[in-house]
């Protein structure tokens, strides 16, 4: 049984739940790029950015939305009979058109319980604390020798403040590793009762110029900054993560202005080159969304180590790839 097939089955019981729930996409097992050791990631759904180059546009939205896969599509019309909407109908002999806009989700859900062939998938589920972290308790023992624990994710994590704080001290009770990945684009109240139950901080950094930050992201980095020095003032452990994509942000003198800033800090242990890749551009396709990035290659591993080349002097040290 899939991940998220499986966890299906958590539905019922959080829908009844009085303790905080959230509303989770996705868990990505035995991951070693996302903070220290082997860890897994829970992607929580909602965030406040629209990034032209987002990997993960299926986490953007705060609420359950229907993926299609079309590949996958058998054509078998079992979504058609099931759909109490009537909002699916046949597109050719192998497909299905949706209109999302009468769909009943998230209360429904029948066509993915039918669809055989994994052409629809369901993506937002809403779970307990106790459901996630049993999942994430099922690597233990890789956590355990490797010095990893679970990275918090999404989307932007701290769009869902009160499920975080929960999941994240009931991880520090359960004696897991903890990490948030975040944009650092929310208010600082709601992150700062967070930070007492992490270990790692990896805060994304996407450009230095706050007129080119709005344009590329939707939000101004006013915000973003500020953020990251008072995590910085707690003392935490910070990895100050630049996705690097071409033509956006990878101009010397922002990459320049970025090691510059983060020399200023005092807890930041690397600043991370995550070079641009295009593994999420089909999600955008099964969101029936249009990719904004299409056409733009991923740069060469030699212009990365060119880049990262130029920032040999700062005292910062500097990564690819995290
Ligand atoms: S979730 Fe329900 S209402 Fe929406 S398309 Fe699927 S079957 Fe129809
Ligand atoms: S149930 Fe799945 S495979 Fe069958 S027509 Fe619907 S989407 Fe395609």
């Known amino acids: 049984m899939t991940l998220r097939k499986r966890f299906q089955l958590y539905a019922p ?16 097992r035995f991951s070693i790029h996302d903070g220290p050791g082997i860890r897994t990631i829970v992607f929580l759904k909602g965030c406040p950015l629209r990034c032209q180059w987002c990997q993960n546009p299926e986490d953007i939205l705060p609420r359950p939305e229907l993926l299609y896969i079309r590949n996958n599509c058998i054509g078998c019309g079992k979504c058609l009979e099931a759909c109490p909407a ?67 994710s999404g989307g932007e994590p701290f769009a869902q403040p009160r499920f975080l704080l929960a999941l994240a001290r009931a991880a520090k009770a359960r004696g897991l590793d903890t990490a ?72 010397p003198e922002n990459l320049r202005r970025t090691a510059a800033f983060v020399a200023g800090l005092s807890h930041v242990a690397a600043l991370d080159l995550l070079p641009y890749h295009r593994m999420g551009e089909p999600k955008w396709g099964q969101l029936e969304k249009d990719y904004p990035l299409r056409g733009v290659s991923p740069h060469a591993r030699e212009e990365v180590v060119a880049l990262a080349a130029l920032l040999e002097d700062s ?3 500097v990564t690819i790839g995290g």
């Open 13 to 28: 019981k959080a829908a009844q739940a009085t303790e905080p729930v959230g509303l989770v996409s996705d868990f990505q």
């Open 86 to 152: 009537r909002c699916i109908t046949a597109d050719g002999p192998r497909g299905v058109a949706i209109d999302k806009a009468a769909c009943r989700l998230p209360e429904c859900g029948a066509c993915q319980a039918v669809c055989y062939a994994n052409a629809i998938t369901i993506c937002g589920r809403h779970l307990t604390v106790d459901e996630v972290l049993e999942e994430v308790e099922l690597d233990r023992e890789f956590y355990d020798r490797s010095g990893g624990g679970v990275t918090f």
């Open 180 to 251: 948030v990945e975040t944009s650092g684009c929310a208010d600082w109240e709601a992150m700062l009762p967070v930070m007492a139950h992490l270990d790692t901080v990896l805060y994304d950094v996407k450009h230095m110029d706050p007129q080119t930050h709005r344009r590329l992201t939707g939000v101004d980095n006013a915000r973003i900054l500020d953020n990251l020095r008072r995590v910085d003032a707690l003392g935490l452990p910070i990895r100050v993560r630049v996705p690097l994509v071409p033509g956006l942000n990878d101009a």
């Open 315 to 317: 005292p910062v040290r």
